[in-house]
């Protein structure tokens, strides 16, 4: 019978801290509690960590009170992955379903989560901090190595203005003739990639005509179906890593 790669029987923890043979780190308050009053682990107990930097290292818990722990590292488990060098740019949606989209690009391999304001954007907000906490959470759930980068939240002319001419764009248009995804995909060069999701109700048609100027843009059809921003960022991720990614290795 074939064993795991990931050990999902220990707690995983993130930690913002060197990860190395010997090094012991004190988690905040928060985590402490966590380890000890949540999961009631006690002294000697085994916990995963991971900085995003150093790779994964199994941590030996010293409890030094009710209320505080050391977490002592005694081996690496994994080293560090090199992320994929993939954005993902999406216009905001309200919070649980942010919070899911958010949780799922984490899960299929994203570098970078940019949202985009657009002129049907219907969250005149976004809430940073709670991305990246559900950026945290959902890498300690999943194994992930990598933490994506979270961006400030942009306007889409800026976006396109400042667009890097090495980057190619895969524009998921509902407009696009439906074909075959796969074989869009492998027509697009290796090199960086983004996917860009619009808003409820579609882009503007002056922002489609935007996008569909610019010189590296790809147009993607997820189907004859039209999915919600949250459906269609994950149909779309999976597309483009198993053509692009780490699932066509």
């Not at 400042?162 to 895969?170: G, K, S, V, Y």
Request: net charge neutral.
């Amino acid at each position: 019978m074939p064993v795991s790669l990931y050990d999902f029987s220990a707690p995983r923890l993130y930690l913002d801290a060197p990860l190395g043979a010997g090094a012991q780190v004190t988690p905040d308050r928060d985590q402490s509690n966590y380890l000890l009053n949540v999961l009631r682990l006690g002294d000697g107990a085994d916990i995963l960590a991971f900085n995003g930097r150093d790779g994964e290292w199994r941590m030996r818990l010293i409890a030094l009170s009710r209320k505080a722990v050391v977490l002592d590292a005694q081996e690496q488990t994994r080293p560090q992955t090199t992320p994929a060098d993939l954005h993902y740019i999406f216009a905001p949606l309200k919070h649980a379903r942010l919070d899911y989209m958010v949780q799922k690009a984490v899960e299929m391999g994203a570098s970078a989560l940019v949202p985009v304001m657009t002129r049907r954007t219907q969250s005149t907000r976004v809430n940073l901090d709670r991305m990246r906490a559900n950026v945290i959470e959902a890498a300690e759930q999943c194994g992930v190595l990598c933490l994506p980068r979270v961006d400030d939240d942009v306007k889409f002319d800026r976006l396109l203005a400042q667009w890097p001419a090495d980057r190619r764009l895969i524009f998921c248009d509902e407009d696009a003739p439906v074909k075959d995804p796969i074989a869009a995909l492998r027509a697009v060069p290796r090199g960086p990639l983004a996917v860009i999701i619009g808003p409820e109700g579609g882009f503007d048609p002056l922002e489609r005509e935007a996008l569909l100027r610019l010189p590296h843009v790809t147009r993607l059809s997820l189907g004859p179906r039209i999915l919600r921003g949250d459906t269609a960022g994950v149909a779309a991720l999976a597309l483009i890593q198993s053509v692009h990614g780490d699932w066509s290795a």
